[in-house]
């Protein structure tokens, strides 16, 4: 992103498509928050592109992004509706360290209902020193033993980028 276009607090409008449910939702949660529904939308954007702000990072690439995607696990097929080999292309796709590398049977993880998961980590040898009654922290431990990452640096990380969205976040309010 280029600096004129950090600054730049033009609005644009765009259009999207929402079930009827979901409008409805919309109106009557901002109405109980007493806010215009265009405020709700772009808080609504405003707070997932934040969750998701690694995408934006090119250096967060393979498994800097395995922590990432555990987050969002039940919406990646979904709602994103995102397959095994897109997901490939975007955790390995721009990955030109080996050991950032995630290999395709991880990534099919994410996909998996909780049960399937629970089996493949059973089956595979480097789980069980990880092993966990709830499926969804297992699955984080195994990946965080696995792919080396640590807490304080994804957390770190994380931190970072919300002082820079909290800098963003003036453009937001300038409705």
């Not at 033993?145 to 770190?156: C, H, R, S, V």
Request: aromatic letters at 10%; one cysteine or more; hydrophobic letters at 40%.
């Amino acid at each position: 992103m280029s600096e004129n276009e950090f600054f730049n607090d033009r609005k644009y409008i765009v259009s999207m498509r929402l079930s009827n449910a979901d409008r409805i939702a919309v109106r009557s949660t901002a109405a109980r928050l007493f806010v215009r529904e265009s405020k709700l939308y772009r808080f609504a954007i405003h707070h997932l592109l934040n969750r998701l702000h690694r995408l934006n990072d090119d250096s967060c690439c393979g498994s800097d992004l395995l922590l990432l995607f555990l987050e969002f696990k039940e919406e990646l097929s979904v709602h994103l509706e995102l397959k095994k080999h897109q997901l490939f292309k975007i955790f390995n796709g721009r990955n030109t360290r080996p050991e950032k590398y995630v290999a395709m049977a991880d990534i099919e993880l994410l996909l998996m209902p909780d049960h399937a998961v629970r089996q493949r980590l059973q089956t595979t040898p480097d789980a069980a020193k990880t092993k966990h009654a709830e499926t969804k922290t297992w699955l984080r431990e195994y990946f965080l033993e696995k792919y080396q990452i640590t807490e304080d640096e994804y957390t770190a990380a994380d931190d970072f980028a919300a002082l820079v969205n909290d800098s963003q976040h003036a453009s937001y309010e300038a409705d």
